[in-house]
């Protein structure tokens, strides 16, 4: 039986990067492979991310990263780092493991300021923070960062969030 439209989407392709549709059950299949780009979004989820942020000028995606259907920083006029989901997908309960991590102070992780859920869809919006995805290859100057990172994580995030 065919999906509904709703979750059909356009995702780009890793070969040629031009958008072709792929279906809710091949994206959760792909995993962190695809991510789709903010026109092909649905307009509700668009307007719905637009209502907590504002008008979005540009996207821009990260090289790295890609464990969300839509993973993007928002060119607004506060700048924003958002990524989304389809509901009821693997990477969905991933991201709700996220978005309890993001709702508890500490400094090791960008803050959530918002999250929505529309049309077969569940977004972060996060604090958009400058830098750079550490490199991990052995003698990497990144390391002692990356080190430090995770002890302060594993101070402040204490006790582990639980799932609500």
Request: glycine share 6%; aromatic share 4%.
């Amino acid at each position: 039986m065919d999906e509904p439209l709703w979750f059909t989407a356009a995702a780009k392709c890793a070969k040629c990067s031009r958008s072709a549709p792929v279906s809710r059950a091949e994206l959760d299949r792909r995993g962190s492979m695809v991510s789709q780009d903010w026109a092909s979004l649905p307009a509700a989820v668009r307007r719905a991310i637009e209502s907590r942020t504002g008008a979005v000028a540009a996207t821009v995606s990260p090289d790295n990263g890609r464990n969300s259907d839509f993973l993007a920083t928002l060119q607004t006029a506060h700048g924003r780092f958002v990524m989304g989901v389809l509901t009821g997908t693997r990477r969905a309960r991933a991201q709700q493991t996220e978005a309890r991590v993001g709702a508890r102070p500490n400094s090791a992780a960008p803050r959530l300021l918002w999250e929505v859920t529309a049309d077969g869809w569940h977004v972060l919006g996060f604090e958009a923070l400058s830098g750079h995805h550490p490199s991990l290859a052995p003698g990497s100057p990144d390391l002692q960062m990356v080190a430090e990172t995770v002890a302060a994580m594993a101070r402040e995030l204490k006790p582990v969030p639980r799932r609500t």
